[in-house]
């Protein structure tokens, strides 16, 4: 049962990325279709981004009141109008507006699938079930943007939204026959906005569990900032076509996927902080490697894409236990503490891929600098979170 519940909940966090992914290949001719700029169709992600986190916000709070399957069905239904929309939009504005809607409907997944394992399990199980959840969801940014670009080149770019279409069909059968619902209603909280407001202010003021997922949203950042700067990395620096995605995404995700694996196993055998201080000295050590690599050579596979396999992996290990770590600080809360952080994180994450890499997609060395930044302000948020000293 628990396999079955892992791959449901998988299914539900690779909404987003799939969203996220299988059209990067296609920047380009999307550009062509609609005589758009590049940074134009780079807002085709930067807004889906922006509002699949503000959404986010709200998910974790709503699956606390009317209940976790009833939230997550609606929101599949939004996410399938959306995609069959952008399959068929006749201009760019069009197509942002389905992004926007795309966005607004594909973080019920990974926000509500946090809360679901944390109703179902505690301590060291719920974050064995969190890795496992996150070694399945790494496949798809890894075949994404490998079958967006053959589908770019066998069927164009509209039949990328025609598959993303088809999954959130597949996706919504999956939940509606084989997902129970795991908050009971006498566990629910009436919809009452002043004591939402309430909760929302609890979990904000609460610096420890600020610091913990701006710490982990920004050593997400490097990852996101690779993803915005997928087209530009591959064709430009790499000078790679739109079918060679697998050379960027094949080490980010299996480095993710094997790190969750690890992470899961590790569980048992150290504390939370330890395994976060394990994953930031592998994450610090890939960061000035690939600093060092970009300075003194030109970028080429499979070079300039090994640093980045094991920064994912270090990344992959520290993602478990600090995202429990915060939302242990509000068992009563959890889908909304769930929402706030996923918030926290996918803001980060858009402003990087969506802001930040327009600035730094043109040269190799900015892409590593710009990592090792972000790294360097996560550490900080890392330290400010434990401001009194933990014994492993």
Not at 19 to 25: E, G, K, M, Q, R
Not at 128 to 143: E, Q, R, T, V
Not at 246 to 269: D, N, Q, Y
């Amino acid at each position: 049962m628990n396999i079955l519940l892992t791959l449901l909940l998988a299914g539900l966090t690779m909404v987003g990325p799939l969203a996220i992914d299988t059209y990067l290949p296609s920047f380009p001719a999307i550009a062509q279709t609609f005589n758009a700029s590049p940074i134009a169709i780079q807002q085709t992600l930067s807004l889906f981004l922006f509002t699949f986190a503000f959404m986010m916000l709200f998910y974790g709070t709503l699956s606390d009141s009317f209940g976790r399957r009833p939230v997550i069905l609606v929101s599949l239904v939004l996410y399938i109008v959306a995609s069959v929309g952008g399959a068929i939009a006749g201009s760019l504005g069009f197509l942002l507006a389905c992004r926007v809607l795309q966005g607004l409907a594909s973080g019920a997944g990974s926000v509500i699938a946090r809360a679901i394992v944390q109703d179902r399990f505690s301590g060291a199980e719920a974050q064995k079930m969190l890795s496992n959840i996150m070694m399945f969801f790494g496949l798809a940014p890894a075949i994404a943007p490998i079958l967006g670009g053959w589908l770019q080149v066998s069927f164009g770019w509209r039949s990328i939204f025609w598959f993303l279409a088809a999954f959130g069909v597949v996706m919504f059968i999956a939940v509606y026959r084989w997902l129970p619902e795991s908050l009971a209603v006498k566990d629910r909280h009436p919809l009452h906005l002043g004591t939402i407001a309430g909760n929302y202010w609890k979990v904000l003021r609460n610096r420890k569990f600020l610091m913990l997922a701006v710490a982990l949203g920004l050593a997400f950042g490097g990852f996101a900032l690779y993803i915005g700067s997928a087209a530009y990395f591959i064709m430009t620096i790499l000078h790679l076509p739109e079918t060679a995605f697998a050379w960027l995404f094949i080490p980010l995700i299996s480095g993710m996927v094997i790190g969750s694996g690890m992470a899961g196993k590790l569980a048992h055998r150290y504390s939370q902080p330890t395994l976060v201080w394990i994953s930031y000295a592998g994450m610090v050590a890939s960061a000035l490697v690939n600093v060092a690599y970009n300075y003194f050579f030109t970028a080429e596979v499979p070079w300039a894409v090994l640093p980045l396999f094991f920064y994912s992996l270090a990344l992959a290990i520290s993602m478990p236990p600090m995202s429990l770590m915060a939302m242990n600080m509000f068992p009563q809360n959890s889908g909304l503490a769930a929402s706030m952080q996923s918030f926290i994180q996918m803001t980060l994450f858009a402003a990087v891929s969506g802001l930040l890499a327009p600035l730094l997609f043109d040269s190799a060395l900015k892409l590593a600098v710009g990592v090792a930044a972000l790294l360097l302000v996560s550490l900080l948020a890392w330290v400010l979170a434990l401001p009194e000293k933990k014994t492993a």
